[in-house]
């Protein structure tokens, strides 16, 4: 006899910056981000996909367990990982990551599409800038935004 039980597949693809935008990952360091980053999602009963980043944003697909908001997972990933950047003393002054960040459902037969854009970021953006890739995402997404909130300069 088959009992009910609750089964879901939801994949989200998070995008969130570099305080200011400044380009402060780096390789090699950036790969060590990503392994602890993955390791912040297994700890929370996650599933990373893909992770990337460029040296002022990230990429993040994962498989997301519903018993936890997506908020919340962003506010722990990005906190554990600005004090394991600060403590590892990868950069010479204070890591914080920008307020906010872009989180988009993806569809399980896109799954692969997203994972090679995340994969190949370096590639996609030699002729795109993350605004304009950031514009892009919200905009193909059907998100309404107001563009004074969306990027925060250091001036």
């Known amino acids: 006899m088959l009992r009910s039980n609750t089964y879901t597949r939801l994949h989200i693809h998070f995008v969130f910056a ?3 935008r400044e380009a402060i990952i780096q390789y090699p360091w950036n790969i060590t981000l990503h392994k602890y ?4 999602l297994l700890k929370l009963k996650h599933h990373p996909v893909c992770i990337n980043s460029m040296p002022d944003h990230i990429h993040i697909l994962a498989g997301i367990n519903p018993s936890q908001s997506i908020a919340d997972v962003m506010r722990i990933i990005k906190k554990e990982s600005s004090v394991f950047i600060n403590e590892s003393g990868f950069t010479t002054k204070k890591f914080q990551w920008q307020e906010g960040y872009g989180a ?3 569809s399980h037969i896109h799954l692969e599409t997203i994972k090679n854009y995340i994969a190949h970021q370096q590639q996609h953006h030699s ?7 950031y514009l892009t995402l919200l905009k193909k997404n059907q ?3 107001n563009p004074a909130y969306i990027f925060h300069k250091l001036i």
């Open 37 to 40: 980053m993955a390791g912040i």
């Open 143 to 145: 998100i309404d935004y």
């Open 104 to 106: 988009f459902s993806v």
């Open 127 to 133: 002729n795109m800038s993350f605004s304009d890739e």
């Open 18 to 20: 570099v305080k200011y």
